[in-house]
């Protein structure tokens, strides 16, 4: 099961999961970001991995479709807490070379100009 959160700070939308994305999962994950990504004054969004367990290749075509959503709007997309597993991952399916890394979210929030 996937735990998803969505937070709003100023234009920047923070996307904190936890657990498992799976082919399921990742379904209902884009459906939801989707959402806000429409109906929010969003330019920005921090996707924090730091409690991910699990996550296969719909989970990296999630993050691919979000990420050009938000380079057509202009923003930034930036990923923390990516570590183990996930970094692995991130690393074989080329998303290191697209996205912005970050350590954590504190980090990511300073890159884009949002203080904590």
């Not at 989707?34 to 075509?61: C, P, W």
């Not at 570590?83 to 996205?99: A, E, P, T």
Request: include cysteine.
């Amino acid at each position: 099961m996937l735990e998803k959160e969505f937070i709003l700070r100023d234009n920047v939308l923070v996307v904190r999961l936890k657990g498992e994305i799976d082919h399921h999962e990742a379904t209902i994950l884009r459906n939801e970001w989707q959402r806000y990504l429409h109906d929010e004054n969003l330019k920005h969004v921090i996707l924090n991995m730091d409690a991910v367990t699990f996550m296969d290749s719909s989970g990296i075509g999630v993050i691919l479709g979000r990420y050009k959503e938000v380079m057509t709007k202009g923003g930034e997309f930036v990923v923390c807490g990516v570590h183990g597993y996930i970094d692995r991952l991130f690393s074989m399916s080329g998303l290191v070379k697209v996205v912005r890394i970050e350590e954590n979210e504190e980090d990511a929030l300073l890159s884009l100009g949002v203080a904590s």
